[in-house]
């Protein structure tokens, strides 16, 4: 069954970090660029990063760049979403997103992960 599978999501002060990760099944990963996405309560759901098949590239939203690093293992099939200096205005629940094609991109593919909730507290 393909899936993809958020994990490492919590509750930490700003200032703080945290990794998140995505494991997928192989006929969803390769080949294809993957991203990040985030929803917060009240809005709509807006994109935060994004990594090529090869992983050689990425692409990040003005609002975390600088601060989160995408990153994929090709080899375990697993995405990454290493978030530093974290912000209370971050708290979303974040979701792993295999994309259309193998380039980066702002878009959103039509497989979602059921998504990890960060909290960060001020």
């Known amino acids: 069954q393909a899936q993809l599978v958020e994990s490492g999501g919590g509750l930490v002060q700003a200032g703080g970090s945290l990794r998140l990760s995505c494991a997928a099944s192989g006929r969803l990963f390769s080949g294809y660029a993957m991203g990040w996405f985030r929803q917060a309560p009240g809005k709509e759901r807006e994109f935060v990063a994004s990594?090529?098949?090869?992983?050689?590239?990425?692409y990040y939203a003005d609002s975390v760049k600088g601060r989160f690093t995408i990153s994929r293992d090709n080899a375990e099939n697993t995405l990454s979403l290493q978030m530093s200096s974290l912000k209370p205005e971050d708290t979303a629940v974040y979701y792993c997103n295999r994309q259309s094609g193998a380039y980066y991109s702002t878009a959103p593919g039509a497989y979602w992960g059921q998504g990890t909730q960060v909290t960060v507290s001020s």
């Open positions: 990594v090529t098949s090869t992983g050689t590239r990425t």
